[in-house]
Nanobody
Framework: VQLQACGGGLVQAGGSLRLSCAAS????????MGWFRQAPGKEREFVSA?????????YADSVKGRFTISRDNAKNTVVYLQMNSLKPEDTAVYYC???????????????????WGQGTLVTVSS
């Protein structure tokens, strides 16, 4: 499984960015695709996740109402993270991750994901 994240950049507070994660290497119909982030000096934290099958979505409280995760049904292997109303505290390297058949209790745990992309930097200026 290969994951490639892109779409990061520099944006002012209140602005928007859309991250993309392109997945390849197998069929992902039973997979959960997640986004995590890691700010300097902090641990990696859960941001959002989506199940390919059924499209159930999950969000961290800190981004709920501002970020939206979605999948590209036509391409079948791309997941997006639309980030609106960005805040300086959203500054981090964002990683996409994937794993197969995660139960709900595991979705927010980075240790449960076997596959990771390389990360894309999001910087939000105040």
């Amino acid at each position: 499984v290969q994951l490639q994240a892109c779409g990061g950049g520099l944006v002012q507070a209140g602005g928007s960015l859309r991250l993309s994660c392109a997945a390849s290497g197998r069929t992902f119909s039973t997979y959960v695709m997640g986004w995590f982030r890691q700010a300097p000096g902090k641990e990696r934290e859960f941001v959002s996740a989506i199940r390919w099958s059924g499209g159930s979505t999950y969000y961290a409280d800190s981004v709920k109402g501002r970020f939206t995760i979605s999948r590209d049904n036509a391409k079948n292997t791309v997941v997006y993270l639309q980030m609106n109303s960005l805040k300086p505290e959203d500054t981090a390297v964002y990683y996409c991750a994937a794993d197969n058949m995660l139960v709900v209790s595991s979705i927010r745990n980075a240790l449960e994901y076997d596959y990771w992309g390389q990360g894309t930097l999001v910087t939000v200026s105040s």
